[in-house]
């Protein structure tokens, strides 16, 4: 596509619930991360995918979040059992390569936990 | 410890005046330092990138300084539109890995 797509640009789901967020990068890129923005916060980094590497998992804030990337396209970030402090605004981005040519953000996904 | 600091937090100014919003860095090895705009809901948008052999780089009204003896940048807004009231993110990039540091952002508010 275009640019980076992300789905459902918001969610809102009960406390305890399991939440998947969808990213669709940039064709062709080979870098995906995903990033998570609190309110009145910066971007905190969360999962990194680069081409067929293991993934750099170090920003996973606890062991309810995990991400995939299936066929190096289309990625996935799933929450277990949400709680209120992960209401927050999910970005994925995408770059050409590793060292960050055409880096890309999405619209977000807006996930409010209730 | 890498980090990325901005100043000022928030900033509010008259539309068609001008204004220049800070970076500092402590990021090293430093590749790449960018300024990104961010409108409420939705994702960042570049505005410049510089690496460090770079001194100025404009986009239409945006301009983007960046000392890398000092580890500053500023970007600075030439008369200032209503749609210019957005977040403004500074990301330096770490060089050789695919780390990017990011600041908490400006929040700017142009008022008519």
């Known amino acids: 596509g275009a640019g980076v797509s992300q789905s459902p640009s918001n969610k809102v789901t009960e406390k305890g619930k399991d939440v998947e967020l969808r990213c669709d990068p940039i064709s062709g890129h080979t870098a995906l991360y995903w990033y998570r923005q609190s309110l009145g916060q910066g971007l905190e980094f969360l999962i990194y995918?680069?081409?067929?590497?293991?993934?750099?998992k170090s920003g996973l804030p606890s062991d309810r979040f995990s991400a995939e990337r299936t066929g190096g396209s289309v990625s996935t970030l799933t929450i277990q059992r949400t709680q209120q402090e992960d209401s927050a605004v999910y970005l994925c981005?995408?770059?050409?390569?590793?060292?960050?040519?055409?880096?890309?953000f999405g619209s977000g996904t807006r996930l409010t936990v209730v | 410890k890498n980090q990325v600091e901005q100043s000022p937090q928030s900033l509010i100014i008259l539309e068609g005046k001008n204004c220049t919003l800070q970076?500092?860095?402590?990021?090293?090895?430093?590749?790449?330092l960018r300024w990104y705009k961010q409108d409420t809901g939705r994702g960042p948008v570049s505005l410049t990138i510089?690496?460090?052999?770079?001194n100025t780089k404009s986009n239409g009204r945006y301009t983007a300084t960046l000392d890398a003896d000092t580890k500053q940048s500023s970007l600075h807004i030439t008369a200032s539109q209503l749609s210019d009231s957005a977040s403004y993110i500074c990301v330096v990039s770490d060089s050789g890995t695919y780390k990017y540091i990011f600041g908490t952002g400006t929040r700017l508010k142009v008022l008519a």
């Open positions: 995918f680069q081409g067929n590497s293991a993934p750099d």
């Open positions: 981005a995408s770059s050409l390569t590793a060292t960050g040519y055409g880096y890309t």
């Open positions: 510089m690496t460090f052999s770079e």
């Open positions: 970076c500092n860095y402590t990021v090293s090895p430093f590749s790449n």
